[in-house]
């Protein structure tokens, strides 16, 4: 019984520290005592960023036999090559938690972790490419940039390396989308179609609804989230609609509309019936995004067991 109590009472005084640390603004680091439902709270969102990442390669890598020039294929293998190595870094801060490599792919492949909606959409021309820079990169600026403040040290220092490089993502992206709508009546056409497919699914990143979304509040407790779904949404949707304008294209959205008094873009309603369905396996392209990265994985074993054993080398060398 004394020994339960003095259990709580330890429990108790952790916790305090740990809020107090939080208040404070202070970082979490990882050797820091955290309570576990922060843990685990981050594993899962840090795990699932870095999936998103990893499988966000898919859709652009598509196009990188058919980029339309030297100059674009080489900037689209850099942008590839960064949201590889942002994957990494993403894997390793979730690493310093407690978890290994191993369990989160294997989470990712039995479908319990989770990664971005907007990755199980197909990139079926040129101008998806752009509008994935342009949109999707934007839309991961704004996040990553608030989540820079997050308050476990090794996701935040992530951030801003991560940061840096997405605002190349974003203005490559942008640059393709104003080359086509100055180029023919079938280029600005195709910029305008690729607008209309992805500019739902880009404010669908940012998830449900601060009433829907059941994470929030620990979230935000906890400072891991700087703003809420809604406020960051809100952001992504009143700066690109003006870099809209300046090139010509039209956010399909007949809906939107200043609104004066707020001081933002009003918008119309998403369409959540297609956010869950895709966010539970049921999208264009979840299952080859799955199958794609399983049958990679697996192919790429011997890597690993190559890596593994070199490392026993030169411990027992050591
Ligand atoms: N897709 O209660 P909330 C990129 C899930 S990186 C799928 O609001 P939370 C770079 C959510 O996980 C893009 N699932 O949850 C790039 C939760 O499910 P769970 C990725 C979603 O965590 C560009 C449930 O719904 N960025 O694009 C989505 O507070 C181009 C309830 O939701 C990040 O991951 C969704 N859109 O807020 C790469 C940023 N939304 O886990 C290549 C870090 C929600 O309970 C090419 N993550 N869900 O089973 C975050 O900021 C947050 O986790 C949110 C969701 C905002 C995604």
Known sequence: MELVEKTDQAQAELLKNFEEKINRGDAIEPKDKMPDAYRKHLIRQISQHAH???????????????????????????????????????????????????????LLHSGKAKYSSIFNYPTLTWADIGAVGWLVDGAAIVNQVSLQRTSYGPYSRAMVRICK???FHQRQGYEIMAKMMQGTKEQREMAQDAMNRLWWPSLMMFGPHDSESPRTSDAMKWRIKRHSNDELRQKFI????????????????????????????????IDWDEFYRVVNGNGPCNKQRMDHHIRVHNEGAWVREAAEAYRKKKENLN
């Not at 293998?77 to 949201?83: H, M, N, S, Y």
């Not at 009143?238 to 609104?259: F, H, M, R, S, Y």
């Open 52 to 106: 998103s990442e990893v499988i966000g390669m898919q859709p652009e890598g598509n196009w990188i036999t058919r980029a339309p020039s030297l100059r674009a294929k080489q900037i689209l293998l850099a942008k590839i090559q960064d949201e590889g190595g942002h994957g990494l870094y993403l894997y390793s801060a979730a690493e310093t938690l407690g978890i290994s490599r191993d369990e989160m792919i294997q």
């Open 165 to 167: 490089e997405e605002s």
């Open 238 to 269: 009143d700066k690109t609609v003006q870099q809209a304008e300046v090139i010509g294209l039209t956010v399909p959205d007949k809906d939107l509309k200043w609104n004066e008094a707020k001081g933002h873009y009003d918008h119309g309603p």
